[in-house]
């Protein structure tokens, strides 16, 4: 089985045994996505979350590319602590391929691009619930998008592919990471006086008190957030999808758009344009 030129090792292991999606499944389905998803991963480092032998084993988190990686998976140099770190990128839908024939799962980006590292140009903020309730975060979700307008700033909205949501926009680079996450926590704090029935900024989940986590921590230096249409390694294997707004009040979960469905939503979008 081969696909964008990439030979697929043992297509039939089954990686969502509840959802009965295979590796081969998964692979085509990030060839056929690639459209709409490299644009969100172009020149961005990558995080990757690898499950060899699917779900229901331990997978693993990988930054650095490995040595057998071919040459046509390109890298960057990222500063680190300790020194350097290379870390891959994926600007084709070769290297999503073969990424995803490495086990990949989930596809997680850096806010910032290679030639600025140190100067995101996205924002995101995670509605990280503490319980069950999709309603709950659908307000809360459109309160900060309130909030935002307020300062002149339009999010886009996406679903995680779990249980939350995302909001997140596009900013101007040339402020570093410290300045904008220190903006962002103002934001999350704002948000949590103006409802402090529903906002909370703790950290530690034992004292949210059933409140909406605002998670702007993920605004620094080297932090990640899921990729835009990436999967998720959960049984539902949801979808991270971005959604237009009106949108938001029609579904019934985070992990609503999934394999079977995305391309059908995809494709109703383009008809309504």
């Not at 081969?24 to 480092?45: A, C, N, T, W």
């Not at 935002?148 to 249980?163: A, F, H, Q, Y």
């Not at 934001?187 to 409802?195: D, Q, S």
């Not at 702007?216 to 990436?230: D, E, G, H, I, K």
């Amino acid at each position: 089985m081969e696909i964008a030129g990439v030979e697929i090792s043992h297509p039939d292991k089954m990686l969502f045994p509840q959802k009965k999606i295979t590796k081969g499944d998964m692979v085509q389905y990030y060839e056929r996505i690639s459209p709409h998803m490299l644009p969100f991963l172009k020149d961005r480092p990558l995080t990757l979350h690898r499950f060899p032998n699917g779900i229901n084993e331990n997978g693993f988190y990988q930054k650095n590319a490995s040595e057998y990686f071919p040459d046509f998976i390109r890298t960057v140099e990222v500063e680190t602590e300790e020194g350097t770190n290379t870390q891959i990128l994926c600007n084709d839908v070769k290297s999503l391929v073969y990424l995803a024939n490495q086990g990949t799962i989930v596809f997680h980006i850096w806010l910032s691009r290679k030639d600025k590292m140190r100067q995101p140009d996205k924002v995101v903020f995670d509605l990280d619930p503490s319980e069950a309730n999709f309603d709950m975060i659908k307000e809360a979700a459109t309160e900060l998008r309130d909030l935002l307008r307020n300062k002149n700033i339009d999010p886009s909205v996406m679903t995680s592919g779990k249980s939350g949501l995302h909001l997140y926009y596009t900013v101007r680079r040339g402020k570093d990471f410290d300045d904008v996450k220190e903006e962002t926590k103002e934001i999350a704090e704002e948000a949590e006086r103006l409802r402090p029935d529903l906002f909370t900024t703790q950290i530690r989940k034992n004292k949210r008190e059933g409140k909406i986590f605002v998670d702007f921590l993920r605004n620094a230096y080297a932090q990640t957030a899921v990729c835009p249409y990436s999967l998720r390694a959960t049984e539902e294997a949801g979808i991270a999808t971005p959604l237009e707004w009106e949108e938001l009040f029609r579904i019934k979960s985070a992990s609503q758009f999934n394999m079977e469905n995305i391309f059908r939503r995809l494709g109703q979008l383009n008809r309504d344009k």
